[in-house]
Structures are given as structure tokens and as C-alpha cells.
């Protein structure tokens, strides 16, 4: 297992907590990693990146978890794979891709069950972004060009998506602050405020786990 500093950012829709990473990864000086991920989880298992793109942190009642974990030591060539239905494959790929990139590099890695992928790695820090709604809502109209009610909608509609998958796949609760290391109320202290935070708690935790 390596000794790289991997960052996990859990976080509500409209929260900033893809901003947050985007800066927190450029002060420390090491990749982020979002969409980018399914780009890589593409590459490597072959599949095409809009399946990712389409199934990206959307829960299925058609998962079987056990077969896929079942499946995973095996391999993208092995006949268990291919015969896998596509939302299994997508599944395994990422959680594959989350792995290596972990092994390889520091880095920062935004949703996808990335704590739980790494929840052996004792250099790994969780954190959860989360705001108060009106904050969400003004921020998501701002940014897509909707009205507050749309904007509302399509948070609380995203917001159940990513819990629903979170919580089949972990043995977790998505957002419950005992599933994480921190968790911030950007709403409260900020962009700025939460990566100053973050890289607060981050030194503190080397200190007690020095190969962080």
C-alpha cells in the first residue's frame, strides 16, 4: 500500500465542494480528480466513456454487489467480467481506477465512493461538503440558468441519486459526519474557509499518522 496523501470529497449538490477540491489540489500541488476519473476507468476497462457519463453515481436496484466484489480480483479479460451486466462493469471499473490512482499518487478524488474504495489506506482523509439549501439553490440557478424552483429539483433529485448509490455500495451513511474525518458547512466558512480548514486538519492528522 503506498505512502501517497489521498484527499476523498463527499458533498451535497450546489455545496462548492468540486470547487473546493479544484483549489485545495492546485495549493497542494497535486491532481484532482472528478469526471477525469471516468475518463481513466474508460481507458482502462475498454468501455466506452459515455456509459460512464451516464451511469456516473446513479444508483441501480439491478446491482448485485456481492458478484461484482466476487468478480473484482479477476480482471476486465475474464469471462465472469464480460458476461457482467454493463452497470456492474461501470462499477468495478471505477473502483479499480480509484485503486490505482491512489497507489500511484497523491491526489484529490471527488465522489464515486472513493473513501469507501480506499478504506483500507490509513493515508487517506474523508471529507464532507455540504450547505444550507437556499445557498445550493442560488448557486446551481447562477451556474445552469435556472429558476429557484428548477434548481431546487434538480439538487434534491442529485442528492438522492449520490445517496442512494452511497449508501447500497458502502456500509456507510452518505453525509452522516461519522462516515468522514470532517465534515464542513461551506455555507458557513466558505470556499476559501473550507480549503484553509481542510489543510489545517490534514497537517494534524500527519502529525498522529506521519506517513500521510
Known amino acids: 500500500m503506498s505512502n501517497n496523501t489521498i484527499i476523498t470529497i463527499g458533498r451535497q449538490y450546489g455545496s462548492a465542494g468540486r470547487e473546493i477540491g479544484q483549489i485545495l489540489a492546485k495549493e497542494l500541488g497535486i491532481n484532482y480528480y472528478d469526471k477525469e476519473l471516468l475518463k481513466k476507468a474508460a481507458k482502462e476497462s475498454g468501455l466506452c466513456e459515455e456509459l460512464f457519463e451516464n451511469h456516473d453515481e446513479k444508483p441501480s436496484n439491478s446491482f448485485l454487489y456481492s458478484l461484482v466484489m466476487d468478480t473484482y480480483s479477476l480482471g476486465y479479460s475474464s469471462s465472469a467480467f464480460i458476461d457482467m451486466p454493463l452497470n456492474h462493469k461501470i462499477f468495478l471499473a471505477q473502483f479499480d481506477a480509484i485503486k490505482k490512482i491512489a497507489e500511484q499518487e497523491s491526489c484529490i478524488i471527488v465522489g464515486r465512493c472513493a473513501d469507501y474504495?480506499?478504506?483500507?489506506?490509513?493515508?487517506?482523509?474523508?471529507?464532507?461538503?455540504?450547505?444550507?439549501?437556499?445557498?445550493?439553490?442560488?448557486?446551481?440557478?447562477?451556474?445552469?440558468?435556472l429558476t429557484d424552483a428548477k434548481a431546487k429539483e434538480l439538487i434534491l433529485k442529485t442528492d438522492k441519486s449520490r445517496a442512494s448509490y452511497y449508501n447500497y455500495y458502502s456500509s456507510k451513511k452518505w453525509g452522516d459526519t461519522t462516515s468522514y474525518h470532517l465534515s464542513l458547512d461551506s455555507s458557513l466558512v466558505g470556499v476559501e474557509g473550507s480549503v484553509k480548514?481542510?489543510?489545517?486538519?490534514?497537517?494534524?492528522?500527519?502529525?498522529?499518522?506521519?506517513?500521510?
Open 117 to 145: 474504495a480506499l478504506a483500507d489506506y490509513k493515508n487517506c482523509m474523508n471529507v464532507f461538503v455540504h450547505a444550507n439549501l437556499e445557498d445550493r439553490i442560488k448557486r446551481i440557478a447562477f451556474k445552469h440558468n
Open 197 to 212: 480548514i481542510i489543510k489545517e486538519y490534514l497537517e494534524f492528522m500527519k502529525k498522529d499518522t506521519p506517513h500521510i
